[in-house]
C-alpha cells in the first residue's frame, strides 16, 4: 500500500514502504508492473462542456438570432417550406461550427500532448531520461535548476535546493528544501522535505522518491476540482465577433428601412416582409465563422508537422507579422552536438575529424592518424576526458546520443575516435570520489583509485582557473616538463579565435592521508596535460532558414552566453553577419557588458543595430526584447531555461526549445520546437503568413455576395420590382457557395513569393483600400449581372420561378469564377497553377452538380423554388461570370503593372 503522507517518516520507512532502493532504482520490470497497477502519471482530463452544451452554444450568435427570428415569422406566416429551409440551414450551421470547434479543441489538447516533459530517474542502477508519464512510485528522481517536479517526492538529499511552490501553495517566495524528518502534524505547505508535482526547481539539485503521480498528487487532487477549457479565440476572431455585432446592427437597419419603403410604395406587407428578411438572410456571411475555424486549425496542424506546437492560436496570427527573430545558439542555430576539433597535448597540435556525437572519424597529426602508443600526452589528456566526466555516450537505434552535458559527451567521442575503450578505462580507474563543477569555480575533479592502489585526481576546467593549480607539464614522450605558460595561452587564444570553446585538463597524485577538498586541488602541483577545443557546429537547415528570413525582410538576432569570439564564428557560418564580419562596424556585435553600460535611452537603437550580443545573461534578454518592441518591432524570441520566461513572455512570439527547454520556459512561451531547430522557427513564419493569406483571400471572396445580394434586394424594393431571389434561394447560395467553393481556399498552398514580402503590419486593417474597391466593383458586378438577367428574362416571357433560378445561378457562376481571382490576391490563376489546388477543382465540380440538382431536381424545386433553364439561359450566365473573372482579372494586371504590390497588402 502507498502511504498518503511521508514527510514524518525517516528515509529507510520510505524506502521499506515503496519496496525500493536508493541505489539502484527499481527494475525494469517492477517499474512496468506498477505503471499497469497506477497508470500513467498524467493530469485528470479537464472539464469542460458537454457535446449537448457546446452543440447549443452554436446557436448563442447575433446573427443565428435574425435568421431564428426570420424562419419563426416565416414559418408564422404560413410559409413552412421556407421556413423549414431557414431552420435547415441554422442547424447545419450548427453542426458545422460545433463539429470544428470540438476538432480544434481536441487538436490543440492533442497537440499540447506532444511536448512530452521529462524526468531524470535511476533505474537497475543506471540514470535514465524518461517520459515523466511513465514515472511510478518508488522511482528514485534527480532534480536540478530548471526542472518542473514531476510527481509528488520525498526528497531523501538536497544540495541548495530551492523550489517555487506558487503553483499549489500561492507562495510567491521560492521554499528552501530539506531532507530530514518533519513532525507528523506539519501542514502541506510547510513539509520542506517534500517536492510536488507541478512546481519548479528554481536552483540546485536534489534526490527523491516518488510517493504520488497522476490524480494521486496534491496538484492532481485540485485539478480534479477545477478545470479550464482552452481558449481558442484569436485577435482575428474577436475583431469578427465585433464585426458581426455592428453587421446585426446594420442589417436590422436595413431591413427595417426595406419594410418601410415597400409599405411607404404600397406594396403587401408580407411581400415586403419577405423582402426585408431576404435582404437580412442574404447580408450575413453564414461561412464565415467555420472558414475562420478550419482555416487556423490547417494551419496549426501544419505548424505542427513541421516541428512548431502553437500553445496559443494568437501565435497564428502573429507569426505572419514577426520583423525580428532573437534566437539562442546552441541547439538552435547549431547542432547542439558539441564537436572536439582539436586537442593541444605534449606540445602538440591534432586535429579531430568528424561532427557530432557519432565516433567515426580520428585524430591525426599534420594530416596523418595519430597512434596513441606513439603519443603519451595525447593520451593522458583523452583519458583525463574520459575520467573527468559526468556524462555517457549511447548508442540509440541507428543514431549517438549523450546522458548529460554535450560539453562532456564531446570528450568521451574525441576518445573513442582515437580508439580508447570508455569502460575499460572506468574499470581501471574506479572513482573514489567528486567535487562537481561549480559556475563560481569553473573547474570540475574526480578521484580515481589505480592499478597501483594510489589516488590520482584529474581536473578539467576553464585554462585561466586551471593554469594557476599547475607546476608542470607533460612532455612529448610522458615525461613532466616546466610549465611553458605563454606557449599554453598563445595556443589557447589561437583556438578562441577559430571560435572553437577551450577546455584545460591536469592530473596530480594525492597523498593516501589527504581529504579530497577542493583546498587540496587548489594548493598547486598539478601536472597540465592539455588542452580540448571543441564548438558546436551551425545546423546546415540553419543557414538556410536565416536566409530566407532575411529575404522575407525579417532580422535575424543571435544572442548567446557564450564568449565573442565564439558568437562572432557561428555567425560569421550561419549568415547573420556575413564572411564581411571583420569589416562590420562593432555596434553589430555587443557583450552583455557593454549592454550594462549602455543608458536606457541608447539601448532600443542599439539592441537594433546588433546582430550578435555575446555573454548576455538570461535577465538582459527581457531588456533586449523591451528596447526592440520600443522601436515597433514584431519580436519572437527563443529561450530554454527558467531566467528565459520573463523575455518569453514580454516577447510578441515567446518561442521554447521542446527537447531542452525547462518546463518552466515551455509553460511561458507561446509556441514549442519539438527539434530545438531555428529552421522551425522560420517554417512557423511561413506558415503564419500562409494562414492570414487564406483567411484574407476567403474574407474578399464571400463579402461581395452578401453586399451583392442586400443590393439585388433593395433594387427590388426601390423599382417596385419582384424579389429576384428569395430568402431560402438566398441561404442555399450563401451555404453551398461557401463549403464547396470558399473553404477550399483555406487549402490554398503559400505563393511563392510569401517569404519574399516584408512582414504585415499588425495595425494594417484586414480588407486595404484596393481590397475594398474590389469587393464593391464584384458586388456591383453581382448586382448588375443578377438584376439585369432577372430582368431580361421576365422580358422574354420567362416564368418568375425561372427568372429567379437565372439570378441564383448568377449569383454561384460569378461566385465560381471569382474563386479562381481570389486564389491569389495579385497573381493570374495561371501563374499559380491552374490544378496547384486540387481541392478548388473538387470544390467546383460538386458546386456545378449541386446547380444542376437545384435548377432541374423536381424535389429541389419544390423546396426552393426554381426552374429549368434553357441552354441560350445558361449561355447568358457563363457569360457574366466570365466577364466578371476577365474584369477582375484585368483589375489585377494593371496594379501589378503599375507596381502597387504595396498596397495591395
Known amino acids: 500500500m502507498i502511504p498518503q503522507d511521508t514527510h514524518h517518516l525517516p528515509v529507510h520507512e520510505v524506502l521499506l514502504l515503496l519496496e525500493t532502493d536508493l541505489s539502484r532504482g527499481l527494475s525494469k520490470d517492477e517499474a512496468a508492473e506498477r505503471l499497469k497497477r497506477f497508470g500513467p502519471n498524467v493530469l485528470p482530463m479537464m472539464r469542460r462542456h458537454g457535446p449537448v452544451v457546446q452543440f447549443l452554444l452554436q446557436f448563442h450568435h447575433p446573427l443565428v438570432y435574425i435568421l431564428l427570428a426570420a424562419g419563426a415569422i416565416t414559418a408564422w406566416l404560413g410559409e413552412v417550406v421556407d421556413a423549414s429551409v431557414i431552420f435547415g440551414v441554422v442547424v447545419i450551421n450548427a453542426i458545422v461550427g460545433f463539429i470544428q470547434e470540438y476538432r480544434a479543441e481536441r487538436a490543440l489538447q492533442a497537440l499540447m500532448t506532444m511536448i512530452k516533459t521529462e524526468a531524470t530517474v535511476l533505474r537497475d542502477g543506471r540514470k535514465l531520461r524518461i517520459s515523466s508519464t511513465e514515472l511510478v512510485p518508488g522511482d528514485v528522481v534527480f532534480l536540478e535548476s530548471g526542472d518542473k517536479v514531476p510527481a509528488d517526492l520525498r526528497l531523501v538529499s538536497v544540495r541548495e535546493l530551492s523550489i517555487d511552490e506558487s503553483a499549489l501553495t500561492g507562495e510567491s517566495v521560492a521554499v528552501s528544501k530539506v531532507d530530514h524528518i518533519l513532525p507528523p502534524e506539519t501542514l502541506m505547505a510547510d513539509r520542506l522535505n517534500m517536492a510536488y508535482s507541478g512546481t519548479l526547481v528554481i536552483r540546485g539539485r536534489g534526490i527523491g522518491i516518488v510517493v504520488a503521480t497522476g490524480a494521486a498528487t496534491e496538484l492532481g487532487r485540485i485539478h480534479q476540482l477545477v478545470g479550464q477549457a482552452p481558449d481558442i479565440s484569436t485577435p482575428l476572431t474577436k475583431k469578427l465577433a465585433q464585426f458581426s455585432k455592428l453587421l446585426t446592427v446594420v442589417i436590422l437597419g436595413l431591413a427595417a428601412v426595406t419594410f418601410g419603403i415597400g409599405l411607404w410604395r404600397g406594396q403587401p406587407a408580407v411581400e415586403v416582409f419577405m423582402a426585408a428578411v431576404a435582404l437580412a438572410v442574404g447580408a450575413i456571411p453564414e461561412g464565415l465563422p467555420a472558414a475562420v475555424t478550419i482555416t487556423l486549425a490547417i494551419g496549426v496542424h501544419r505548424m505542427a508537422q513541421r516541428h512548431a506546437i502553437i500553445r496559443k492560436l494568437p501565435a497564428v496570427e502573429t507569426l505572419g507579422s514577426t520583423t525580428v527573430i532573437c534566437s539562442d545558439k546552441t541547439g538552435t542555430l547549431t547542432e547542439n552536438q558539441m564537436t572536439v576539433q582539436a586537442v593541444f597535448a605534449g606540445g602538440q597540435c591534432y586535429r579531430v575529424e568528424g561532427v557530432g556525437y557519432d565516433p567515426k572519424g580520428q585524430v591525426t597529426l599534420n594530416g596523418v592518424p595519430v597512434d596513441l602508443h606513439e603519443a603519451p600526452a595525447l593520451h593522458a589528456c583523452l583519458v583525463a576526458g574520459i575520467l573527468c566526466n559526468e556524462s555517457q555516450l549511447v548508442r540509440r537505434e541507428h543514431t549517438w546520443d549523450v546522458v548529460g552535458d554535450p560539453t562532456e559527451g564531446a570528450l568521451l567521442v574525441a576518445a573513442r575516435k582515437a580508439g580508447l575503450d570508455l569502460d575499460r578505462m572506468h574499470r581501471d580507474a574506479p572513482r573514489v570520489d567528486v567535487i562537481p563543477f561549480e559556475s563560481q569555480y569553473q573547474y570540475m575533479a574526480t578521484f580515481h583509485r589505480s592499478v597501483s592502489g594510489e589516488v590520482v585526481c584529474y581536473v578539467k576546467g576553464a585554462l585561466e582557473k586551471m593554469l594557476p593549480f599547475c607546476t608542470q607539464e607533460l612532455g612529448p614522450d610522458g615525461t613532466e616538463l616546466p610549465l611553458n605558460r605563454d606557449r599554453i595561452v598563445q595556443t589557447a587564444e589561437a583556438l578562441t579565435n577559430e571560435g572553437l570553446r577551450v577546455l584545460a585538463f591536469a592530473r596530480g597524485h594525492v597523498p593516501s592521508e589527504a581529504a579530497l577538498t577542493r583546498e587540496l586541488v587548489e594548493k598547486g602541483g598539478l601536472t597540465f596535460l592539455g588542452l ?194 428569395l430568402p431560402v434561394q438566398i441561404l442555399w447560395i450563401n451555404m453551398t457557395t461557401a463549403i464547396a467553393l470558399g473553404l477550399m481556399l483555406a487549402f490554398e498552398p503559400k505563393e511563392p513569393d510569401l517569404m519574399q514580402r516584408p512582414p504585415r503590419d499588425p495595425q494594417q486593417p484586414l480588407l486595404t483600400g484596393t481590397l475594398i474597391f474590389r469587393t464593391v466593383m464584384v458586388s456591383a458586378l453581382l448586382l448588375a449581372g443578377a438584376f439585369g438577367l432577372f430582368v431580361w428574362a421576365l422580358e422574354r416571357g420567362a416564368s418568375l420561378a425561372e427568372a429567379r433560378t437565372i439570378a441564383v445561378n448568377v449569383f454561384v457562376m460569378v461566385e465560381l469564377f471569382y474563386l479562381f481571382n481570389c486564389r491569389s490576391l495579385e497573381r493570374s490563376m495561371f501563374q499559380l497553377g491552374l490544378f496547384s489546388n486540387p481541392w478548388v477543382t473538387w470544390g467546383v465540380s460538386i458546386m456545378i452538380g449541386l446547380q444542376l440538382l437545384f435548377t432541374y431536381s423536381p424535389f429541389m424545386q419544390r423546396l426552393f423554388h426554381s426552374a429549368a433553364v434553357s441552354g441560350e439561359e445558361w449561355g447568358a450566365i457563363m457569360a457574366i461570370g466570365l466577364i466578371s473573372y476577365a474584369i477582375v482579372g484585368f483589375e489585377k494586371w494593371l496594379r501589378r503593372r503599375w507596381g502597387s504590390r504595396r498596397s495591395m497588402r
Not at 537 to 551: K, L, M, Y
Not at 574 to 586: C, K, M, Q, R, S
Not at 652 to 668: L, N, P, Q
Request: proline residues 5%; glycine residues 8%.
Open 532 to 725: 580540448q577545443a571543441m564548438i558546436d557546429p551551425p545546423r546546415p537547415e540553419a543557414i538556410a532558414a536565416v536566409r530566407a528570413c532575411h529575404t522575407a525582410g525579417i532580422a535575424v538576432k543571435m544572442i548567446t552566453g557564450d564568449h565573442l569570439n565564439t558568437a562572432r564564428a557561428i555567425a560569421e557560418k550561419i549568415g547573420i553577419l556575413g564572411h564581411e564580419a571583420t569589416d562590420v562596424p562593432a555596434a553589430r556585435l555587443l557583450t552583455g557588458a557593454e549592454l550594462a553600460t549602455l543608458p536606457s535611452h541608447e539601448l532600443p537603437a542599439a539592441a537594433d543595430e546588433a546582430a550578435v550580443f555575446a555573454r548576455v545573461s538570461p535577465e538582459q534578454k527581457l531588456s533586449i526584447v523591451e528596447a526592440l518592441q520600443a522601436r515597433r518591432h514584431i519580436v519572437a524570441m527563443t529561450g530554454d531555461g527558467v531566467n528565459d520566461a520573463p523575455a518569453l513572455k514580454q516577447a510578441d512570439i515567446g518561442v521554447a526549445m521542446g527537447r531542452s527547454g525547462t518546463e518552466v520556459a515551455k509553460e511561458a512561451a507561446d509556441m514549442v520546437l519539438t527539434d530545438d531547430n531555428f529552421a522551425s522557427i522560420e517554417a512557423a513564419v511561413e506558415e503564419g503568413r500562409g494562414v492570414f493569406d487564406n483567411l484574407t483571400k476567403f474574407i474578399v471572396w464571400t463579402i461581395p455576395t452578401n453586399m451583392g445580394e442586400g443590393l439585388v434586394i433593395l433594387a427590388a424594393i426601390m423599382t417596385g420590382a419582384m424579389l429576384p431571389i
